[in-house]
């Protein structure tokens, strides 16, 4: 499967990031949508679809005309990541911000890829063959479920 433009400026974004001494880009919408032959809505596009909190991003922006968008990785630590996130856990959630949240759960090691890619798999909406807002609604309950192990000990999680 080939590439799109939103895959190659999220890819571009996250490796200027990672050279990026504190983790941070800050950009200017017009020169990336003129680097990248877009238009500006296609970056507001990727930065609102796959630099969200969940996922493990905080934007901020400035309007105008030296107006920025500057992009921030979240640092964390597994149990405060995993307690945050449960703190604020929606009763239904979206396939993508589920995949989401996987995401950034395997990128800070909190689970292995393996294990973000089975959960992915186990709350499709192919899997999860029930009409909306049940299939959201469950969704969020699994993953819910999950994170709580997750934060157990080892010999804890065996016995839950």
Known sequence: MG?????????????????SK????????????????CVPSQ???????RFTVE????????????GYIRIREIPSDDTH???KLLQSWPT????HDAEGVLERLARESIMTPRE???LRTMVRREVLSVDLPTRDWL???ILKHVLQVLLLEPNEAENS
């Open 55 to 66: 996922r493990g991003y905080i934007v901020e922006s400035k309007r105008g005309g030296g």
């Open 139 to 141: 969704r969020a309950r």
């Open 81 to 83: 990541t995993l307690v």
């Open 116 to 118: 973000a890619m089975l």
């Open 92 to 95: 239904e959630m979206s396939q």
């Open 22 to 37: 504190y983790g941070t880009v800050e950009l200017q919408r017009s020169e990336l949508a003129e680097l990248f032959k």
């Open 43 to 49: 970056i507001n596009y990727v930065i609102s679809t």
């Open 3 to 19: 590439r799109n433009v939103t895959d190659i400026i999220e890819e571009y974004l996250k490796s200027v990031m990672s050279d």
